[in-house]
């Protein structure tokens, strides 16, 4: 489920992060700040802020961190047709966790850039895939979709998403990038929705479609307490620790 070398994405950035830099939705400097003292930037996401990459994105823990990190902003900041209907879109817009938390642009904060920047080329068509994609795919943080993006955890999928439909993915592909993500991002909570399905679904991990696992009824942070954790407790199947830790929202910015 998470191998240590990662997973391979079959999706690149292209020039989306140079674009986001252009516009001022990313600043570098700040950007190099954050990390600065944690041992600073790998050479690849340096490289992004300058030149494009057709390298397929690669999802480790090790690269987790970064990469929500450069999709979140192109969540909250690419320009689409559907985000015009986001609850986003409004006179609070900077009220959110993903806008404003986001505080790495030229920007007071993310709010300023939400749905502004053509930072993704997508057809109508692609954004249509998006869409249905984002609405149906859920976070153990909160009981919002991806479409409802008000965390930076519900920005980066959303802007994987869109990264990906815009060199032609499905919805089922989407749909399996996005349970690869989750994966990454909330590790422990993944970890024990694939435990419950093995051992309480007779399932193994790559028997459950992907869909499936991002669906609010296992996904969302109600759905994964009732559906996934609390199963578990009462199986016995979890650690005492893990017996009560099925509150937190795991969705930190």
């Not at 700040?30 to 992004?48: C, H, I, M, N, Q």
């Not at 984002?134 to 930076?152: G, H, K, L, V």
């Amino acid at each position: 489920m998470l191998p240590p070398l990662g997973i391979e994405l079959d999706v690149s950035f292209g020039d989306s992060i140079q674009r986001l830099v252009q516009a001022g939705v990313i600043a570098p400097r700040k950007f190099t700040a954050v990390y600065a003292k944690r041992g600073g930037l790998p050479d690849w996401v340096g490289e992004l802020f300058t030149q494009p990459s057709s390298e397929p994105i690669m999802m480790s823990m090790r690269t987790a961190p970064y990469l929500l990190n450069l999709m979140w902003p192109l969540g909250v900041a690419t320009k689409t047709r559907f985000n015009e209907k986001s609850k986003l879109n409004g006179p609070k817009v900077g009220n959110f966790a993903s806008t404003g938390g986001w505080t790495l642009g030229e920007a007071r904060n993310g709010g300023d850039y939400f749905n502004k920047i053509p930072a993704i080329d997508l057809t109508e068509t692609q954004e249509a895939t998006v869409l249905e994609a984002a609405e149906n795919s859920f976070r153990p943080c909160c009981n919002n979709s991806t479409f409802f993006q008000d965390c930076n955890h519900g920005s980066a999928l959303l802007g994987l998403y869109e990264l990906a439909a815009s060199q032609g993915a499905s919805v089922d592909e989407l749909y399996a990038l996005g349970r690869v993500a989750n994966s990454f991002w909330y590790p422990g909570k993944y970890m024990e929705m694939a435990y419950y399905f093995q051992k309480l679904e007779n399932q193994s991990w790559d028997q459950v479609a992907a869909k499936t696992a991002l669906d609010k009824k296992y996904s969302s942070i109600s759905g994964w307490q009732k559906n996934i954790h609390q199963p578990m407790v009462e199986a016995g199947l979890l650690p005492g620790k893990q017996q009560q830790g099925g509150g937190g929202s795991g969705c930190a910015v």
